[in-house]
C-alpha cells in the first residue's frame, strides 16, 4: 500500500477504537475520500487476471501463468496474506484433483475453532477425511493446509511410481 493510504486506515481504525471523538468531521472525511479513492482504482492485478484469461483462451498457458503470478504479487501488495494463501490453497487442490478427482474442498469459520479448511476424499462413494487445519487464523490456517495437501500429493505420486 501506499503512505497516504495506510495514515488514514490508521487514523480510522484509531478512532473507531477511542471512547472519545479523536478528530472532526472534515478529517475523517479527508480520510475516507484517500481510502475511496484507492478502492476505486483499477487495479493492476485485474489487468493481468484479463491477459491471464486471454491467454488460456488461446491456449498460451506458460503467458497465462506469467501473468497470474503477476496478479498473485500486485494482489499480495494490496490485499495482504489472505488472497494469495487461499490462492495456494486453491492452487494445491486443483493439482490435487489431478491425482484425486473425487476430492472435496470446505472452507469455513466459526467463533470457536476460528478457520477450518477440511478436504475431504469422496472415492469409493464413501466420504473420508484427508485433512483438516483449523484454529490458525486464514492466512495461516490456508498455507498449512496447502503445504499438508502438497505432501499428501506428494505421498500419492512417489507412492504410483
Not at 88 to 104: K, S, Y
Not at 130 to 155: H, M, N, P, Y
Request: aromatic content about 4%; overall charge negative; some cysteine.
Amino acid at each position: 500500500m501506499n503512505q497516504p493510504l495506510d495514515n488514514s486506515i490508521e487514523a480510522l481504525q484509531d478512532a473507531v477504537w477511542c471512547e472519545l471523538p479523536t478528530m472532526s468531521w472534515a478529517d475523517a472525511m479527508r480520510h475516507v475520500a484517500v481510502v475511496l479513492e484507492h478502492v476505486h482504482r483499477p487495479s493492476v492485478a485485474s489487468d493481468h487476471l484479463a491477459s491471464a484469461s486471454a491467454a488460456i483462451a488461446e491456449n498460451r498457458f506458460h503467458d497465462a501463468g506469467r501473468h497470474l503470478r503477476r496478479a498473485l504479487i500486485c494482489l499480495d501488495v494490496r490485499s495482504g496474506e489472505r488472497v494469495v494463501r487461499q490462492a495456494e490453497l486453491l492452487d494445491a487442490f486443483d493439482q490435487a484433483l489431478l491425482v484425486m478427482p473425487f476430492l472435496l474442498l470446505e472452507i469455513g469459520y466459526n467463533r470457536i475453532s476460528d478457520w477450518e479448511v477440511t478436504i475431504y476424499d469422496k472415492a469409493g462413494g464413501a466420504k473420508r477425511v484427508s485433512l483438516q487445519v483449523s484454529g490458525l487464523g486464514a492466512d495461516e490456517t490456508c498455507r498449512r493446509a496447502a503445504q499438508q495437501l502438497r505432501q499428501i500429493l506428494e505421498g500419492k505420486t512417489n507412492g504410483d511410481q
